[in-house]
């Protein structure tokens, strides 16, 4: 997989790929790699 196709869930604390994304942040620490956010899966479960 390719790294701008890749997101960091802060949640599961896991890569996942953009299609998997529930939310993406625009800042954060691991920008320069890999954007920060929350998956679809980890965003339902805290609601």
């Known amino acids: 997989m390719e790294r ?5 869930c802060v ?3 896991q890569l ?3 299609e998997q994304a529930g939310v993406v942040f625009r ?3 691991f920008r320069v ?3 920060l956010g929350c998956c679809v899966n ?3 479960a805290t609601r």
């Not at 701008?4 to 960091?8: K, S, W």
Request: charged share 15%; proline share 5%; hydrophobic share 25%.
């Open 33 to 35: 790699l890999y954007p």
């Open 27 to 29: 800042t954060g620490y």
């Open 16 to 18: 996942k790929t953009l």
């Open 4 to 8: 701008n196709v890749l997101f960091y």
């Open 42 to 44: 980890c965003g339902n």
């Open 11 to 13: 949640k599961c604390e």
